[in-house]
């Protein structure tokens, strides 16, 4: 058997893979392609969070806000069954100050009438652990020393609702930051800073455009949101409205789908009178 087996690995020995592997350079631009594809699918948009936390930014919310799940990696893991869908949980905080911002989380009495249930969403994954970081290497005029508040931000929550099935599927998603004493308005700046900044930003994906639709909904300070994601292969944009709501020193971002103006400012009101 030992001689076998000698002959067998002196035929293999030396034999090339059956094709070479990637360029280091090609491998790196592959990564960053799918990191800007997964923000922008989320957080463009996708806001990514997760009710463990929200990936904002790269939140990132999910591409499919009814929280269908997408297709699963074909190759075969060992999981244990979940019976019970997961409870929102707080993310990990910043390092730097404690603090903890999950007492500003909508709850499912907030959201009206429905059989609201929280599911996983996806976390923040930029840097920035800011919604609006998913911009970081989409936008060439962000970068993050341009915006002060997020070398002050203590912590951040997510939690996302759904309610219903399939087709008829309704959601909610909410991410809350606290920031330290003073700086939850230099925050609400910084949200209309990097709007100016990269409103319209061009990239190898999809083409997004956020405006300012309307301020003063709800809170002490507080904006409207319109931002339209238009895939490579269309000419018609995905519309998603998102309110940014500031009460003291904190700030949260809600969500809505189907993604109506309406629904988004009445949660952005019931959103403040949490974090009041």
């Not at 790196?28 to 923000?39: I, L, S």
């Not at 962000?142 to 008829?168: E, I």
């Not at 909904?217 to 994601?229: N, Y």
Request: contains cysteine.
């Amino acid at each position: 058997m030992s001689d076998q087996l000698d002959t067998l690995f002196a035929g293999i020995r030396g034999a090339r893979p059956p094709a070479d592997f990637a360029a280091a350079e090609q491998v790196r631009r592959r990564g960053r392609q799918r990191t800007r594809r997964t923000a922008l699918a989320a957080g463009a948009g996708v806001l990514a969070v997760t009710t463990a936390a929200a990936g904002l930014g790269a939140i990132v919310w999910p591409s499919r806000p009814d929280g269908v799940a997408p297709p699963a990696d074909p190759t075969p893991t060992a999981t244990a069954p979940s019976p019970t869908p997961p409870t929102p949980t707080p993310s990990p905080s910043r390092p730097g100050p404690t603090g903890n911002a999950a007492g500003g989380l909508l709850q499912p009495g907030d959201l009206g009438p429905g059989t609201w249930r929280p599911f996983e969403a996806e976390q923040i994954q930029n840097p920035d652990r800011w919604f609006w970081g998913f911009w970081d290497g989409v936008c060439a005029a962000y970068r993050s020393d341009l915006f002060p508040s997020l070398r002050h931000q203590d912590s951040v929550d997510t939690v996302a609702y759904r309610s219903g099935n399939g087709d008829a599927a309704t959601s909610a998603f909410q991410i809350v930051e606290r920031y330290e004493t003073g700086w939850g308005d230099g925050n609400l700046d910084d949200v209309r800073a990097v709007v100016d900044r990269c409103g319209t930003a061009a990239t190898d994906g999809p083409a997004i455009r956020v405006t300012v639709v309307d301020t003063g909904i709800a809170g002490d300070e507080s904006v409207l949101l319109k931002q339209e994601q238009t895939p490579a292969d269309s000419t018609e944009p995905q519309v998603d409205y998102i309110a940014v709501v500031r009460v003291g020193d904190l700030v949260t971002t809600v969500r809505a789908y189907p993604s109506d103006p309406d629904r988004v400012r009445d949660l952005a009101v019931r959103a403040a009178v949490r974090l009041g």
